[in-house]
């Protein structure tokens, strides 16, 4: 793998949808070379107009040589350590199936989550034991068929890699379906999306993606986020704030996931927590402020949905190890980002007593404060108000980041 150490911007918008972002060290392995490769057909689309042509770039890799494993880089998260930090420790491991919609075929899907969860001394997942299940798109019938897509061919393996994982972390008892489609065309996207819905148990689907607003993206939001089981977490973006914010991220069926960045004592223990100043975050020019948001009060939207709901850490300065297989090279690799702060806030939902809704996270906010940790420090831009992370909600990090898994 070639590894990049110039810094480039974290923003990747192809006419418009992007992928968020993922920092990379290595510790590599030579592996066996499989191909795998599959006609596609992309399908007649019943969604809006305004949504063809968007598509999904290659994510842009961040990367630097790590000659070390995951147990001696200090600033690195581990399971047992973002437990620790939000208050998860205790739970019942999860339950339920946990969705993740990707692009692109993840050959070594259940050999990288095997390594992944042995070394952290987790519960194994793998397609071998049932714990994964991977359903390959056939978008040309809605995503229903299970169709081979081409290898990684957009180059999203580390993208998909930390999604898995991280939501196996976070709930090992929560089985994860991880759904590919072929390309990143926004139709094939939320093609995965509405067959997450058809499968049964599934309790969370993880959108690590977005696009810019289309002035008829409500029209996905009733095509699409339709399930009252399935709860839906999408990142807002690692560009901080701005004036045209990410859908799914907008939808207000859709919990919409910010970052922070945490500084840490010496034995990895929370010494604070701050925004993050990448935090994805602002408000929407075509989605009306949802009655939940309206009830709670947020001032300063002019009656349009804000963003984010919740936050997570998403610093790659504080990132999270991840274990990817690239080009025939296994490595262990470091990821930071909203992508991996969505995925985390799924295997909450996995995780949670009762399971919640986006109306009950600002219900409880309110009236049972302390199951968030409010930020109030910290900025992701210059922009005021609208940028500075203040007491109560603010559109930076939201309501806050979690202080428990009891929603």
């Known amino acids: 793998m070639k590894i990049n150490t110039k810094k480039k911007s974290m923003k990747r918008i192809l006419i418009g949808l992007m992928s968020f972002g993922v920092i990379v060290t290595m510790v590599s392995v030579q592996l066996p070379t499989s191909t795998y490769a599959a006609k596609l057909t992309r399908h007649k689309s019943y969604f809006p107009s305004s949504a063809y042509g968007l598509n999904a770039k290659q994510p842009n890799i961040f990367a630097r040589k790590l000659n070390q494993n995951p147990l001696f880089s200090a600033q690195l998260m581990s399971p047992n350590g973002i437990k620790k930090i939000y208050g998860l420790n205790g739970s019942n491991g999860g339950t339920g199936t946990i969705a993740i919609v990707d692009v692109g075929h993840y050959a070594t899907a259940s050999s990288d989550m095997h390594y992944f969860s042995q070394f952290y001394g987790l519960k194994d997942c793998t397609t071998g034991n049932g714990c994964l299940t991977v359903h390959e798109c056939g978008v040309a019938d809605g995503c229903t068929t299970d169709t081979m897509p081409s290898s990684d061919s957009q180059n999203w393996t580390l993208e998909t890699a930390l999604d898995l994982q991280w939501a196996h972390a976070i709930a090992p008892n929560s089985k994860i379906l991880l759904i590919e489609v072929p390309n990143p065309n926004v139709t094939n996207l939320f093609s995965g999306v509405k067959y997450s819905n058809t499968q049964t148990g599934v309790v969370a689907t993880s959108m690590s993606w977005g696009t810019s607003e289309f002035p008829d993206e ?146 409880d906010a309110k009236s049972v404060p302390a199951v968030f940790r409010d930020i109030t420090t910290g900025n992701n831009g210059t922009c005021g108000a609208l940028c500075n992370a203040v007491a109560g909600y603010d559109f930076t990090t939201g309501l806050g980041v979690p202080a428990t898994y009891k929603y």
Do not use: C
């Open 218 to 363: 409500s029209t996905i939001d009733s095509l699409v986020f339709t399930s009252s089981t399935n709860k839906y977490f999408a990142a807002t973006g690692d560009s901080g704030h701005t004036l045209d914010i990410n859908y799914p991220a907008a939808s207000p069926k859709v919990i919409a996931v910010g970052g922070t960045t945490l500084g840490l004592k010496f034995d990895g223990s929370l010494k604070i927590e701050s925004a993050w100043s990448g935090s994805g975050g602002g408000i929407s020019k075509y989605e009306t402020e949802p009655s939940y948001q309206t009830t709670y009060g947020i001032t300063n939207t002019g009656n349009m949905r804000s963003i984010p709901d919740v936050s997570l850490n998403s610093d790659p300065n504080t990132g999270y190890p991840i274990y990817a297989t690239q080009n025939n090279v296994a490595s262990w690799m470091s990821a930071g980002g909203t992508s991996i702060a969505s995925p985390i806030w799924a295997a909450i939902e996995a995780n949670s007593v009762n399971g919640f809704s986006i109306g009950k996270l600002y219900a």
